[in-house]
């Protein structure tokens, strides 16, 4: 080996790496980049300290010169990048990855401490253009429910944010138990496995013995390994097979909706997106024509985490972590029904799956069945401004509470639905397309909200098991909003009570006992995943968003520590507008807020929980101007000739006077 040239340092310290390695340098396009610290008492920092308010010739002197230094203990070719403070900069060297040269660099004694310098983005927002604006044919607030809470929408669950950890996993599938569906709608194809219709499931016979789920099969036959829709209208005709209980009514294509709200592909520049996009769909179709038996969705659970129910010889190649059941029917979870489920439910959590199941749409009574059987995370379905969504159940069996769509208006088109992948067919299946009306609402898509949530935390972590799911879930709710409801002119919402069954209870104010531990929130969850314990929770309620310059406005506090924390410290602060109002309160949860003009005023809040975790919350109060004071009374009319009439004063004045006379 031919020996180092002694001169080598000298020449690379005098002239750079350039001169010596150019040519090899300039074939790797691989560029290492950190930011290194100095220790205080290091040589380097010793020799020459960098001057406060130095000009920029002197900073980029300073710097290469640390640069070079080090470059010659740790034999890395290093370039200077900008100084951040008087002892750290960015450091770069071409044909190193940044990790590498992070721990080459980190040996050296005079370095405090090393980090990646990386590449930082905005919240992932995908690309699809339904999700923004509805592109022209859906809602103007798009795919309201996954976005971050803000502008008038509480309940969403800000899942834009949470896919900047992660946009779900190819090796995460869920079941979803439904109608079936459109295999080759263009939003879901891409992310469809294998699945199965279960529609007279190992019955062995044929449509001639069969002739009742025949008709709710609705595709010819019985079982079989297709689990694609055909439709599932109902016509008159078709009660004399089904019965009289049934509902006519036109295809709901109730599965393909469920399956785009948890996975359609995302971020493809088509249509909108599921909330975890990468993972995939085991379709499961046990529901037809007038809904399904307990039989086929009972095997169905089963056959989803990989169990074959007897007579299906077909094995599912892609055992679920997830199951979705956007179904039920009212009644509790008792008798040799509820057993069979809560055995079902058992399996399947057995197996490390996660059941989500819809409370029901029965307007406030109790939640469905199979919701209420243990093993169910039960979902119950909140408006967008965090109530509850007026057709949704209810109940103490409810794990969580996520947007289930509303319209808030009379007429026109749907202003809060869930919009979703669909077909456009009456009967049978005509143009893939997307639902934006007034059909695409209910706790049916608020469990999908969850079911694509629960795909991103196995895609995070795959050791989970359900019991922690639950946990987590809850955990990381945001509390419900106690203000804000309703219909203007209109008394307020009342607090939801408690469920009683042939009774109706339309939109009123969450609890945790009426709908879960608290709203969805996707990145909170993914925060968990990462730091083990979620930042508290807060959300802000305001006795009058639109006060009158003059009058006081009452500012609350709903805050929750997660993980045995509890909340440690309030503060308020006005961040826009602090000529027009100050704040008395300020570190305690309710502070009062004294405007004295008009404007925008915007208050932040900082929470702070017992383990230093902080979370900040804003509203914006619009102050209107105060009306103008009364003008001041006209003076009386001053006395004089003309023979007006004397005031008392002056009568008693006159008596005086000849009294006085008299006694002289």
């Known amino acids: 080996m031919r020996p180092r040239h002694p001169l080598r340092p000298l020449c690379l310290l005098m002239f750079g ?17 950190v930011i290194v610290r100095w220790k205080q008492d290091a040589p380097t920092i010793r020799q020459r300290a960098l ?128 109608t079936g569906v459109r295999l080759e709608h263009p939003d879901l194809a891409g992310n469809l496995l294998p699945g ?68 359609a592909v995302g971020n493809n520049g088509v249509g909108m997106s599921g909330v975890s996009w990468n993972s995939k769909i085991v379709p499961l ?11 086929d969705i009972l095997a169905s659970i089963r056959w989803a985490v990989g169990i074959n129910p007897p007579g299906i010889t077909v094995t599912n190649a892609n055992p679920v972590k997830v199951i979705n059941m956007s179904l039920g029917s009212t009644g509790p979870c008792t008798g040799s029904s509820g057993t069979l489920y809560r055995e079902a439910f058992k399996a399947a959590n057995d197996r490390g799956a996660v059941v989500v ?51 808030v208006n009379l007429s026109g088109a749907c202003l809060y639905p869930m919009v979703s992948t669909t077909n456009s067919g009456s009967k049978g299946p005509q143009v893939d397309t997307y639902s934006f009306n007034s059909a695409s609402v209910g706790t049916s898509f608020a469990t999908p909200l969850v079911a694509g949530a629960v795909a991103l935390m196995f895609s995070v972590d795959p050791s989970l098991t359900p019991s922690r799911v639950r946990t987590l879930l809850q955990q990381t709710a945001r509390p419900f909003p106690t203000s804000g409801g309703g219909v203007a002119n209109e008394p307020p919402p009342p607090t939801c009570p408690a469920p009683v069954s042939g009774t109706e209870v339309l939109e009123c104010y969450c609890t945790t006992t009426t709908c879960g531990a608290g709203m969805l929130d996707a990145n909170a969850l993914m925060l968990a995943l990462d730091a083990g314990v979620a930042p508290p929770s807060v959300v802000i309620s305001v006795s009058n968003s639109s006060p009158t310059a003059g009058n006081a406005v009452t500012l609350s506090a709903a805050a929750n520590a997660f993980g045995g924390r509890t909340i440690a410290s309030y503060l308020w602060s006005i961040s826009a507008g602090s000529g027009l109002a100050s704040l008395s309160g300020a570190t305690t949860s309710t502070a009062t807020l004294q405007t004295s003009g008009a404007g925008n005023v915007t208050i932040d809040l900082l929470v702070t929980d017992s383990a230093g975790g902080t979370s900040v919350a804003s509203t914006t109060v619009t102050v209107a101007a105060a009306p103008p004071p009364p003008p001041p009374p006209a003076p009386a009319p001053a006395g004089g000739g003309g023979g007006g009439s004397s005031s008392p004063a002056w009568l008693l004045a006159l008596l005086a006077a000849a009294f006085s006379l008299r006694r002289r």
């Open 357 to 407: 199941v819809a409370a029901g749409n029965s307007a406030g009574e109790p939640v469905d069945s199979p919701a209420n059987c243990s093993g169910a995370v039960a979902v119950t379905g909140l408006r967008h401004v965090g109530t509850k969504v007026g057709f949704s159940s209810m109940g103490p069996e409810v794990a969580i509470a996520a947007p289930g769509g509303n319209c």
């Open 285 to 295: 179709r046990a529901l037809g024509k007038c809904g399904g038996y307990d039989s």
């Open 51 to 178: 001057r406060e308010q130095a000009p920029a010739t002197e900073v980029a002197d300073l710097m290469q010169q640390r640069a070079h230094s080090l470059a010659l203990r740790s034999a890395t070719p290093l370039r200077s990048g900008r100084a951040i403070d008087a002892r750290t900069q960015v450091l770069l060297a071409q044909g190193i990855d940044s990790a590498t040269l992070a721990k080459r660099l980190a040996m050296d004694p005079q370095i405090e401490l090393v980090a990646v310098d990386r590449r930082r983005f905005h919240s992932r927002a995908p690309n699809d253009p339904v999700y923004a604006n509805g592109a022209g044919v859906g809602p103007a607030v798009g795919q309201w429910y996954l976005k971050p809470p803000g502008n008038g929408v509480v309940s969403s669950i800000n899942a834009e944010t949470a896919w900047d950890r992660s946009t779900g996993s190819a090796s995460v599938a869920v079941a979803v138990i439904d």
């Open 17 to 33: 790496w350039a001169g010596l390695q150019a040519p090899a340098l300039a074939q790797s396009s691989l560029e290492g980049r």
């Open 196 to 263: 199965y219709d279960m529609i007279g499931a190992g019955g062995g016979g044929t449509c001639a013995l069969n002739p009742v789920r025949c008709a709710v099969a609705n595709d010819g036959d019985l079982h079989d390994a297709d689990p694609s829709d055909p439709g599932d209208w109902v016509e008159q005709a078709d009660l004399a097979t089904l019965g009289n209980e049934c509902e006519i009514g036109n295809s709901s294509w109730h599965g393909t909706r469920v399956a785009g709200l948890i996975a």
